[in-house]
Nanobody, 115 residues
Framework: QVQLVESGGGLVQPGGSLRLSCAASGSISSINVMGWYRQAPGKQRGLVAT???????NYADSVKGRFTISRDNARNTVYLQMNSLISEDTAVYYC?????????WGQGTQVTVSS
């Protein structure tokens, strides 16, 4: 079983930055895709960004140029650097790990962008 624990959420002013982290533990496959998804009130959960175990990345159009996903395979940790935050980025952010054998979700961390 795989467990994911997120950290780094909080309240930030528009134009500010935050860095989210997600640490994975348990029976982790070396072949996996880690990513971040978010869910705003009244909306469905949607993709923010993903990164493969080889470093290939994919971003939602709404965050391209502002967010950067990265990972440390030795620490089984994925990061999301969020810059130039806007109110529309307010949501609960969830970490995700997919492999051919399982899928795991974190508990979510709240990001609020407000003045």
């Amino acid at each position: 079983q795989v467990q994911l624990v997120e950290s780094g959420g909080g309240l930030v002013q528009p134009g500010g930055s935050l860095r989210l982290s997600c640490a994975a533990s348990g029976s982790i496959s070396s072949i996996n895709v880690m990513g971040w998804y978010r869910q705003a009130p009244g909306k469905q959960r949607g993709l923010v960004a993903t990164i493969t175990s080889l470093g290939g990345t994919n971003y939602a159009d709404s965050v391209k140029g502002r967010f950067t996903i990265s990972r440390d395979n030795a620490r089984n940790t994925v990061y999301l650097q969020m810059n130039s935050l806007i109110s529309e980025d307010t949501a609960v952010y969830y970490c995700n790990m997919k492999s051919p054998w399982y899928e795991a979700w974190g508990q979510g961390t709240q990001v609020t962008v407000s003045s």
